[in-house]
């Protein structure tokens, strides 16, 4: 069974800090990783995307990294201010038609001024 | 161009009762989606559309029907509301362009609370 597993479930920082959120998945056969941000009571918004070949991709002060290898990737948010307190979801697609996406559970983050 | 909408945004029902959510895109695109967030867990899809006039099950449809009678429009019915189904629903679109990164837009959800 296809599977998302995000670490930690929820965390507090400073504003100013950096953090790194981590993703571990086993989905097969993979095409793309992604990163949502889901702020509180809206949609998920994509943040970035990955494919195969690709291990790191940046949007602004977010940077995903992803080892195909070890079935593995973060998201790292440099100088967090208070608009990143959001849910961050790591999101894997199999690469099948339909492009079935399998949801890791989210990692709650809330930057504390 | 307002992207993903649904309505309604809340609804309370009692168990037994029926409702439809629905979602309408501008997007012109052409798969469409229907998933359900719960407390802790990730968005698990309940029925897609890969056209107007088609509809196909996900992970979790029982309980659930869908109609994708116009491009635009992906409507979710319940017919027999369940507490179980108490949950927040995300309506997505994206288009046919057959690239792999093709990205799923999200609209807003609707909590639904089954009592």
């Known amino acids: 069974k296809n599977q998302v597993e995000q670490s930690p479930q929820s965390l507090i920082i400073l504003e100013g800090k950096n953090c790194t959120l981590q993703c571990n998945y086993t989905v097969s056969p993979f095409s793309n990783l992604r990163w949502y941000k889901q702020d509180t009571g809206r949609g998920p918004v994509s943040l970035t995307i990955m494919t195969f070949s690709e291990n790191t991709k940046s949007n602004g002060r977010y940077t995903a990294t992803l080892d195909a290898d070890t079935k593995q990737s973060s998201l790292h948010i440099t100088a967090s201010q208070l608009s990143d307190s959001a849910s961050y979801i790591c999101?894997?697609?199999?690469?099948?038609?339909?492009?079935?996406?399998?949801f890791g559970g989210g990692t709650r983050l809330m930057v504390k001024p | 161009n307002a992207g993903v909408t649904q309505t309604p945004k809340f609804r309370v029902l009692k168990t037994g009762q029926s409702m439809t959510l629905l979602c309408a895109q501008d997007?012109?695109?052409?798969?469409m989606y229907w998933y359900r967030q719960d407390p802790g867990m990730g968005l698990r899809l309940i029925h897609y559309?890969?056209?107007?006039?088609?509809?196909a099950k996900g992970e979790v449809p029982d309980g659930y029907n869908v109609s994708r009678l116009k491009k635009q429009n992906f409507l979710l019915g319940l017919e027999s509301a369940a507490p179980s189904q108490t949950s927040v629903y995300f309506c997505?679109?994206?288009?046919?362009?057959?690239?792999?990164?093709?990205?799923?837009?999200f609209g807003p959800g609707t909590r639904l609370t089954v009592l």
């Open positions: 999101v894997v697609s199999a690469g099948n038609a339909g492009n079935m996406l399998t």
């Open positions: 997007m012109n695109h052409e798969y």
């Open positions: 559309s890969v056209g107007e006039g088609t509809t």
């Open positions: 997505a679109s994206r288009p046919l362009t057959g690239g792999i990164t093709d990205t799923q837009y």
